[in-house]
């Protein structure tokens, strides 16, 4: 009978054993993408083990439920205490009972994954219920058989509240049913039977009690052991950091004395560039100067040699100029000559075509004249022929 005991979290264990905790990492990486826009991959248990989605999903739900996140943390404790600010937040804000969370091992250390799972998906089931986020278990379901039912029931793992109290009537049935068949087959044996049963429940309460305060005080020696090391490791840390920060703080000031120096280095060699320059460009002004008295010199003798040329040239031009007008005017007169001489010869050619032309005109109409008097000669000779051959047709 002990073992046909669930609590809450054993209903929603039992549901998530085995072939069931692929289902429930399925609709996990589900709701946290859904909810976050976040891919966690395959592996559920290593995109929770440090906490931040976590964190993430809490302040999703209920904005700035834990205020402080240790981001992409790699220290134990780190990751330690965003799981626990995690569980903080869903028992004092999302006022979840204790039995629907889990222990921070069960993550970190990987013993208890299941109930990790269920603690998700009570979390979703709440989101959905109180704030409207988004929750897989909207559509998708796992199946539970109950024992000694006829039909298979398909529970999902938020109603087990449910699913309990229906196994402890289950229960009560059972035992008024063989209490009822002991009672009739001998009182006697039924009463000792009963006296043995009750033995037999005290002391598997004793054992469950002894059991339960061992495990408490091995979890707190554990937490205990835990928090030391924590402690060690913070204190570790923050030594880490100040000699961190010493080294970082020497550092900088070695840099500034080597900027500093650097520093006056370049001063002294600017000015050491300055005063060279200086020279050079007094250098440079004194031999423009030389060379450009000397091209002005260069320039004024260029001048008038190209002034003398551009006049030689201009006479040339102008002596050119006159010999080429002067040919043009006796060319303009020769084809002013030829031009007389081609009109008076073309004007002879036109009278001479006109003239054929007509004559062709006037033989064309005698032939014309000619062939309709044939015609209309012909047409009088049919009708002719044809007036005989009507009269004789008659006759």
């Known amino acids: 009978m002990a073992d046909r005991k669930l609590s809450i979290y054993g209903a929603s264990r039992a549901a998530l054993q085995k072939s069931q905790k692929e289902e429930a990492e399925k609709l996990i990486r589900e709701w946290?993408?859904?909810?976050?826009?976040?891919?966690?991959?395959?592996?559920?248990?290593?995109a929770l083990e440090d906490g931040v989605v976590l964190c993430s999903i809490v302040n999703t739900l209920v904005p700035g439920a834990v205020p402080k996140v240790n981001p992409a943390p790699k220290l134990a404790f780190k990751k330690m205490e965003n799981v626990n600010n995690f569980l903080k937040?869903?028992?004092?804000?999302?006022?979840?009972?204790?039995?629907?969370?889990?222990?921070?091992?069960?993550?970190?250390?990987g013993k208890n994954l299941p109930k990790v799972y269920t603690c998700l998906l009570n979390v979703a089931d709440i989101g959905r219920k109180k704030y409207g986020k988004a929750t897989p278990t909207n559509s998708v379901r796992l199946p539970f058989q109950l024992p000694n039912w006829r039909d298979s029931k398909r529970l999902t793992v938020h109603n087990v509240q449910k699913l309990h109290e229906m196994l402890q009537e289950e229960e009560k049935k059972q035992k008024q049913e063989e209490i009822m068949a002991k009672f009739v087959r001998t009182a006697s044996a039924r009463t000792e039977k009963r006296k043995g049963r009750e033995e037999e429940i005290s002391e598997m309460k004793r054992k469950e009690q002894e059991a339960e305060e061992a495990?408490?005080?091995?979890?707190?020696?554990?937490?205990?052991?835990?928090?030391?090391?924590?402690?060690?490791?913070?204190?570790?840390?923050?030594?880490?950091e100040k000699e961190r920060e010493m080294r970082e703080k020497e550092e900088q000031?070695?840099?500034e004395r080597e900027e500093k120096e650097l520093q006056e280095k370049r001063e002294k060699i600017a000015e050491e560039e300055r005063s060279k320059e200086e020279q050079e460009r007094k250098e440079r002004e004194e031999r423009e100067r030389?060379?450009?008295?000397?091209a002005e010199k260069l320039e004024r003798e260029r001048l008038i040699k190209e002034r003398e040329e551009r006049e030689e040239r201009e006479r040339i031009f102008r002596e050119e100029a006159e010999r080429l007008e002067k040919e043009e005017q006796e060319m303009l007169?020769?084809?002013?000559?030829?031009?007389?001489?081609?009109?008076?010869?073309?004007?002879?050619e036109r009278s001479e075509r006109e003239n054929q032309e007509?004559?062709?005109?006037?033989?064309?109409l005698e032939e014309q004249a000619k062939k309709e008097a044939e015609d209309q000669e012909l047409a009088e000779k049919r009708e002719n022929g044809e007036r005989s051959r009507e009269r004789e047709r008659r006759n």
């Open 32 to 46: 946290i993408k859904d909810l976050l826009g976040l891919d966690v991959g395959l592996d559920v248990h290593e």
């Open 89 to 109: 937040a869903c028992e004092k804000i999302l006022w979840m009972p204790p039995t629907h969370l889990f222990d921070s091992r069960d993550l970190t250390e």
């Open 215 to 240: 495990e408490r005080k091995e979890r707190e020696e554990m937490e205990r052991v835990r928090m030391e090391r924590w402690l060690k490791e913070k204190e570790e840390y923050e030594r880490q």
């Open 253 to 255: 000031e070695r840099k």
């Open 290 to 294: 030389e060379e450009r008295e000397q």
């Open 333 to 348: 007169e020769l084809e002013e000559r030829e031009e007389r001489e081609r009109l008076l010869k073309e004007e002879a």
């Open 358 to 364: 007509r004559n062709e005109r006037e033989r064309v």
